[in-house]
């Protein structure tokens, strides 16, 4: 089945406690890219990756990082959390740079 | 003014009904559009996309989009309990500038089919 996988679903941390969320997916997509969905404020683009090895910034993109060493995989780090990062998470990913996304189920993060 | 704005809602209508959404976008520059359903505590999905003005139909689905006027609506006909959802919009927009593109939700409108 054509997916894209982030792990974990629910994740409770303390501020500063570095954790990574994963994502993969199966459908051999370029592109790739993480939000974050706050009440209000709708879908904001933290980063995206055209390819392997290409990131840019999005909207919001301060506290995190990523990286694209392979083209199913598209982690986001948060190396220092803090409890403005309490949000909603997405991954996406697209067949190419003019197309529609296929989302993951979700990471619902809480930073106490 | 926001990249792409939606009316929040709830828009309410009677199931059978034809439900109508809005989006407007800013930036001239955008070249391809979409709709996506998110159901409350799950992910967006994409129902519709559309590249060329005019209209594009998909079952019930229709998807209109003006570029001289800078909106794309949805339209559902024949509404169900079951499309009471979140409605977003987004739209692709290229920039020159920068060579990139760049992918900007709306804030979505809330949908309710009342039974």
């Known amino acids: 089945e054509a997916q894209v996988t982030q792990n974990p679903r629910y994740l409770i941390t303390v501020t500063g406690k570095k954790l990574t969320v994963t994502c993969s997916q199966n459908?051999?997509?370029?592109?790739m890219s993480w939000y974050r969905q706050d009440p209000g404020l709708g879908l904001r683009q933290i980063y995206y990756s055209m390819n392997v090895e290409v990131t840019d910034k999005g909207d919001v993109p301060e506290g995190y990082k990523v990286s694209r060493k392979e083209k199913r995989n598209f982690p986001l780090i948060l190396e220092s959390p803090s409890p403005n990062q309490t949000s909603l998470y997405f991954c996406?990913?697209?067949?190419?740079?003019?197309?529609?996304?296929?989302f993951g189920s979700g990471t619902r993060l809480t930073v106490v | 003014q926001k990249e792409v704005e939606q009316n929040s809602g709830p828009l309410s209508v009677p199931e059978g009904a034809i439900a109508s959404l809005n989006c407007t976008y800013s930036d001239r520059g955008s070249q391809s559009f979409f709709w996506y359903r998110q159901y409350s505590g799950k992910s967006p999905e994409l129902i519709m996309s559309i590249y060329s003005n005019g209209d594009k139909e998909d079952g019930r689905f229709t998807a209109q989009l003006n570029k001289a006027s800078q909106y794309v609506s949805l339209l559902i006909r024949d509404s169900q309990p079951s499309d009471s959802a979140t409605y977003l919009c987004a739209v692709n927009i290229f920039g020159s500038a920068s060579g990139t593109y760049k992918y900007i939700f709306g804030t979505g409108t809330r949908l309710k089919v009342l039974a």
């Open positions: 459908m051999n997509h370029e592109y």
């Open positions: 996406a990913s697209s067949h190419h740079k003019e197309g529609g996304y296929t």
